[in-house]
């Protein structure tokens, strides 16, 4: 997870604008064998409720996982 780029690189951005602290923060590891044989679309839903659940966001309904 990476936070605090979006000050140095704005969104839709390609120039880098000044010094700022980012933070990368390595999570869990997800082993390959616990999604062996899972739907893509599904994994893609369990990883990003690991990631918002790390970043301290509530869960969203998997319909607007989906249009996200």
């Given at each position: ?55 301290g966001e509530p ?10």
């Amino acid at each position: 997870m990476i936070e605090g780029t979006a000050r140095a690189l704005p969104k839709r951005g390609f120039v880098l604008r000044g010094r700022h602290p980012i933070r990368v923060r390595v999570l869990q590891e997800i082993p390959p064998e616990s999604f062996a044989g899972t739907d893509p679309v599904d994994l893609a839903s369990q990883v990003r409720s690991q990631i918002a659940a790390a970043l301290g966001e509530p869960e969203r309904p998997a319909a607007q996982q989906a249009t996200a």
